[in-house]
């Protein structure tokens, strides 16, 4: 079964500064995506940028980038530039028939 | 437009009650999906409907009762709730029901069973 693990349960950033988020996932599979959702405290999930398996280069939007490292099995986010709307419970999110979520990071922005 | 809208935005209902959660998308997507998230917890999913018809059902029980009218439309029929139901409802959409379609998630119905 595929399960998506994110081993912090709580990150911090002060704001303009670069974070990490970690995301490792396990599957038997080849071809799949990957996804990470941001729900901030109004509650509406967004989604914040999608990795294919099969695409070697590594996903950017804007200040967001992901660290894709298939052999690993590891996902990780790169928020660049910290802002204060950034503050929101991340979930990576594994697809192939269904979506699989990991438990979450809360991450806070310090101004 | 990547809305998905939903109503109610909150709702109380008894444990003897009859309510009915809504959910719309004018996307064009063929796939609906209705999630249940507990506060700090990620959602969980409860039904999918691909094209109209259900393709899922993860095991929910029949106090929940799904309903797709047509493709823009996605209900959730409510009765004899427990407490424990009490949570947020989201409801998604996505291009298929294929894997590699990002979904597109709506603002949720906050549920409490009193």
């Known amino acids: 079964a595929q399960t998506v693990t994110q081993s912090q349960p709580e990150m911090s950033v002060q704001e303009a500064e670069t974070v990490t988020l970690s995301c490792t996932y396990d599957t038997s599979e080849s071809d799949y995506y990957l996804f990470w959702y941001k729900q901030p405290p109004s509650r509406q999930m967004i989604l914040v940028i999608r990795?294919?398996?099969?695409?070697?280069q590594n996903a950017t939007e804007n200040r967001f980038s992901v660290n894709f490292q298939k052999a690993a099995k590891s996902f990780s986010l790169k928020i660049s530039d910290s802002q204060l709307g950034d503050a929101a419970m991340y979930f990576c999110a594994y697809i192939r028939g269904n979506l699989i979520f990991g438990k979450g990071t809360k991450l806070s922005v310090k101004p | 437009d990547t809305e998905v809208t939903q109503t109610p935005k909150h709702l109380v209902m008894g444990m003897t009650n009859k309510k009915s959660l809504k959910c719309e998308q004018h996307m064009g997507h063929r796939a609906m999906y209705w999630y249940k998230q507990k506060a700090k917890k990620p959602p969980e999913l409860m039904f999918v409907?691909?094209?109209?018809?259900?393709?899922i059902n993860e095991s929910v029980p029949s106090r929940f009762s799904p309903e797709c009218p047509n493709s823009s439309l996605l209900n959730l029929h409510l009765h004899a709730l427990q407490p424990e139901d009490s949570a947020l409802y989201l409801c998604?959409?996505?291009?298929?029901?294929?894997?590699?379609?990002?979904?597109?998630f709506g603002p949720g119905t906050r549920l409490t069973v009193t």
């Open positions: 990795q294919e398996a099969y695409k070697q």
């Open positions: 409907y691909s094209y109209e018809k259900l393709s």
């Open positions: 998604a959409s996505s291009q298929s029901g294929l894997a590699g379609f990002e979904q597109y």
